[in-house]
Nanobody, 124 residues
């Protein structure tokens, strides 16, 4: 399994931006799809974005389309989530995840490696 460590969370006002990073260890990073999930208190974990192994294909949840951008740098074993136009409803713990597939449209069943999570809080 790949080991994942997220960073970049924090407190931001509505309309602001944050950039999450996820550093991965292991030689299989560049052959895996990656994803960002979030979980708010009392809610199920949901996929907000995923990216194929090459970066050529991406998926976004409807709630974040046009505001969030997922990207990856395989040379640095890192995946990013740029979050713009943040809203209070984006408040959650955000998790980086590694898939067992080359590409996926965010099905949580396709992800087997998880980071520890980073808190994102958006104030109104």
């Amino acid at each position: 399994q790949v080991q994942l460590v997220e960073s970049g969370g924090g407190l931001v006002q509505a309309g602001g931006s944050l950039r999450l990073s996820c550093a991965a260890s292991g030689r299989t990073f560049s052959s895996r799809a990656m994803g960002w999930f979030r979980q708010a208190p009392g809610k199920e974990r949901e996929c907000v974005a995923s990216i194929s192994w090459s970066g050529s294909s991406t998926y976004y949840a409807d709630s974040v389309k046009g505001r969030f951008t997922i990207s990856r740098d395989n040379a640095k074993n890192t995946v990013y989530l740029q979050m713009d136009g943040l809203k209070p409803e984006d408040t959650a713990v955000y998790y980086c995840a590694g898939s067992t597939y080359y590409n996926t449209v965010g099905d949580i069943r396709h992800f087997g490696s998880w980071g520890q999570g980073t808190q994102v809080t958006v104030s109104s």
